[in-house]
Nanobody, 121 residues
Framework: VQLQASGGGLVQAGGSLRLSCAAS??????????MGWYRQAPGKEREFVAR???????DYRDSVKGRFTISRDNAKNTVYLQMNRLKPEDTAVYYC????WGPGFAESLFWGQGTQVTVSS
């Protein structure tokens, strides 16, 4: 399963960005269990941001609750992260992830390539 993330960029504090991440199987069928986002700032460990599962249940890290919204288009195998009221501390490389399985492979975790989000003060 390949993940292609897009939508990062440079924005002023208080602004908004929308990230997208599309999953594809290169011709293989697969079933997605959940899709989500992590981020990694320079010098820091990768941290969880948000996740949405098949039933639509959402989880967020506390610092983004009320500002970020995760959504998913199951028909397109795409997850979105709408980020509002961005703060400089949101600056990081954002990675999407998905847990998926299919014919010939057990449930595995896959990562996208990352997209840079920079919030200026």
């Amino acid at each position: 399963v390949q993940l292609q993330a897009s939508g990062g960029g440079l924005v002023q504090a208080g602004g908004s960005l929308r990230l997208s991440c599309a999953a594809s199987g290169s011709g293989r069928s697969f079933v997605i269990a959940h899709m989500g986002w992590y981020r990694q700032a320079p010098g820091k460990e990768r941290e969880f941001v948000a996740r949405i599962n098949n039933g639509g249940s959402r989880d967020y890290r506390d610092s983004v609750k009320g500002r970020f919204t995760i959504s998913r288009d199951n028909a397109k195998n795409t997850v979105y992260l709408q980020m509002n009221r961005l703060k400089p501390e949101d600056t990081a490389v954002y990675y999407c992830d998905t847990a998926a399985w299919g014919p010939g492979f057990a449930e595995s975790l896959f990562w996208g390539q990352g997209t840079q989000v920079t919030v200026s003060s």
